[in-house]
């Protein structure tokens, strides 16, 4: 793998340039009075195995009544102490 030294300033001058180099597989440090300070390389593109559609299909059931309120969060309209009765009638 080539490295190369860059000043900050030839950095951001020639910037697309330097990104170029960098995919093409080089390495670019930047330096500042030439103490190198970032360096420039290209990124590994990550590979997502892709999921096929309906890969669960018949594996989840969902029942008729899935959206039915839960009893235990109904207020309990006779019990005045019940938390779920707020704001206080």
């Known amino acids: 793998m080539v490295d190369t030294v860059v000043n900050i300033h030839a950095a951001k001058t020639h910037f697309s340039r330097l ?19 970032a360096m420039l390389v290209a990124l590994e593109v990550e590979t997502k195995v892709r999921r096929p559609i ?28 019940d938390p779920l009765n707020w704001p206080p009638a």
Do not use: S, Y
């Open 19 to 37: 990104v170029e180099r960098a995919e093409h597989g080089e390495r670019i440090t930047i330096a500042r009075d030439g103490v190198p300070v």
């Open 54 to 81: 309906g890969m669960d299909r018949g594996k989840v059931i969902m029942h008729a009544n899935f959206d039915d309120p839960d009893p235990e969060l109904v207020p309990d309209d006779d019990n005045p102490e």
